[in-house]
C-alpha cells in the first residue's frame, strides 16, 4: 500500500499564478484533510472532507478551493498564488474525522510550496 | 478556538538521556495522539491515547493520558540519533478538530 500520497514534493510559484497539489490515498478513507505547516504555527487545517462530494473550511480556508469528486482524490487548488501561502502542506486521511474509532491520521510526505 | 500547549519547543541533549515533553490544554480531550516528524517528512504516529490515566508504550516512548483529560506526557527513554525530529501532540474532544501543539524539536547529540 502507497498510503497517501503528495504530488508534487516541491513546486515554484510566481505571485498571481494557479495551481493544483494533488493528494491521492489507497486505504479507503473516507476522512480527508488539508495542512499547512508554518515555522512556530504547528499544522493549521484548510479544507477537510467526512467524504466523496462533501468538503468543509477549516480554520484558514481563504484563497483554496478543494473538491471530493471520489474516495481516493482530495485536490488542493490555490487560486491566486500569493506570497503568504508559501509554506509545507500535507494531506491527511483516516476511516474517520474522530480519531478514537480510526487509530489517527495517516499524513502525506508533503508538498514545499514558494511563491515569490 | 481550543489551543494546546506544547513544551519545552526545544531539546538538546546527550545520547543516552531520558526525554520529556509534554502538552496542556484549557479544554478537555477524549483522546490524546503524538506524532513524529522528520525533516522532509509527514507526521508518523507514534502513540494514540483513549482514556485518562491510559499509559501507553511503544519501544522506548511511553505516554500518558493525563487523569484531568487536559494534559499528555511522552517520555523517551535512553535516547539515539534516530530519535531526532519534531514531536507533536494532539487532541480532540468528540467529532471536533483535531488540535495540534506546536512540536517539540528534539536533537541529539551522539
Known amino acids: 500500500n502507497a498510503g497517501v500520497t503528495q504530488t508534487p514534493k516541491f513546486q515554484v510559484l510566481k505571485t498571481g499564478q494557479s495551481m493544483t497539489l494533488q493528494c491521492a490515498q489507497d486505504?479507503?478513507?473516507?476522512?480527508m484533510s488539508w495542512y499547512r505547516q508554518d515555522p512556530g504555527m504547528g499544522l493549521r487545517l484548510i479544507h477537510y472532507?467526512?467524504?466523496?462530494?462533501?468538503?468543509d473550511q477549516g480554520e484558514v480556508p481563504n484563497g483554496y478551493n478543494v473538491s471530493r469528486s471520489t474516495t481516493e482524490d482530495f485536490p488542493l487548488r490555490l487560486l491566486s498564488a500569493a506570497p503568504s501561502q508559501t509554506s509545507v502542506y500535507f494531506c491527511?486521511?483516516?476511516?474517520?474525522?474522530?480519531?478514537?474509532?480510526?487509530?489517527?491520521?495517516?499524513f502525506g510526505s508533503g508538498t514545499r510550496l514558494t511563491v515569490v | 478556538g481550543q489551543q494546546l500547549n506544547q513544551s519545552p519547543q526545544s531539546m538538546f541533549i546527550q545520547e543516552g538521556e531520558d526525554v520529556s515533553m509534554n502538552c496542556t490544554s484549557s479544554?478537555?480531550?477524549?483522546?490524546w495522539l503524538w506524532y513524529k516528524q522528520e525533516p522532509g517528512e509527514g507526521p508518523v504516529l507514534l502513540i494514540a491515547?483513549?482514556?485518562?490515566?491510559e499509559l501507553t508504550s511503544n519501544g522506548r516512548l511511553t505516554a500518558q493520558f493525563g487523569i484531568t483529560r487536559k494534559d499528555s506526557f511522552l517520555n523517551i527513554s535512553a535516547s539515539i540519533p534516530s530519535d531526532v525530529g519534531i514531536y507533536f501532540c494532539?487532541?480532540?474532544?468528540?467529532?471536533?478538530?483535531?488540535?495540534f501543539g506546536k512540536g517539540t524539536k528534539l536533537t541529539v547529540n551522539p
Open positions: 491527511a486521511s483516516s476511516y474517520s474525522r474522530t480519531v478514537g474509532i480510526s487509530d489517527g491520521y495517516t
Open positions: 486505504m479507503n478513507h473516507e476522512y
Open positions: 472532507s467526512v467524504g466523496a462530494g462533501i468538503t
Open positions: 479544554s478537555i480531550f477524549n483522546t
Open positions: 491515547l483513549y482514556k485518562a490515566g
Open positions: 494532539a487532541g480532540q474532544r468528540g467529532s471536533e478538530k483535531l488540535v
